[in-house]
Structures are given as C-alpha cells and as structure tokens.
C-alpha cells in the first residue's frame, strides 16, 4: 500500500489540501509553529535594527514628494526651476537623499 493511500485512508479524500490534495503522489508538507513577533524580535534584535534603518540613497520624484509632505508637481517644478538636482539613470529621473536634505536645510536657514 503506497503512503498516499495511507493518508487518504487517515485523513480522506477531502481531508487534504493544497498540493497533496491536487497531486496525490506526493506527501504534503508539515511546517512548524510561526514564530509570533516576539519570538522573531527574541531570536534576531540586531537583524530587525538593520533592516528598520534602511534608507534609500536616492528616490523618485513622486517618492521624494512624500518626505517633505508637498506634491508631486512641486517636486517637478523645483527641478525645473534647477533648486532641486536629480540624477537620470535610463529614463528614470532619481533625486538622492542628500539632495533633499539639502534642499530642506536651505529652506530652513
């Protein structure tokens, strides 16, 4: 007797799913317990601290209209008006990081 028809003698035919249901030749994965949020803060704190600091090094215009919380055509017009730089990489038009902040810092002086 093939494992397969071991399971569905257990479990029957309805009682599996995903892909031991749509191939019966094959046995049907069995995954441990997920991990709650703080047992996977528990188990890696200096991985999570890494990743929650990432910050892009240059973003688009429509990205870099969310920073200082103003429109997507503001952000246009600054380029154009030459008071913002970007940088074009194919046809993407990219605005670094740096740049914002000294656009923001000048504003504020």
Do not use: C, W
């Amino acid at each position: 007797m093939g494992v397969s028809r071991k399971l569905r003698e257990i479990d029957g035919p309805s009682g599996m799913t995903g892909n031991a249901a749509r191939s019966p030749g094959k046995l049907p994965t069995v995954l441990g317990p997920k991990l709650s949020h703080g047992a996977r803060d528990a188990a890696a704190p200096e991985a999570e601290a890494r990743d929650s600091v990432l910050v892009p090094l240059a973003v688009s215009p429509r990205k870099a209209a969310q920073y200082p919380d103003v429109g997507h055509d503001a952000i246009y017009q600054l380029l154009n008006q030459g008071r913002l730089r970007s940088v074009k990489l194919g046809r993407r038009r990219l605005i670094p990081m740096t740049e914002l902040q000294r656009f923001l810092s000048d504003e504020l002086a």
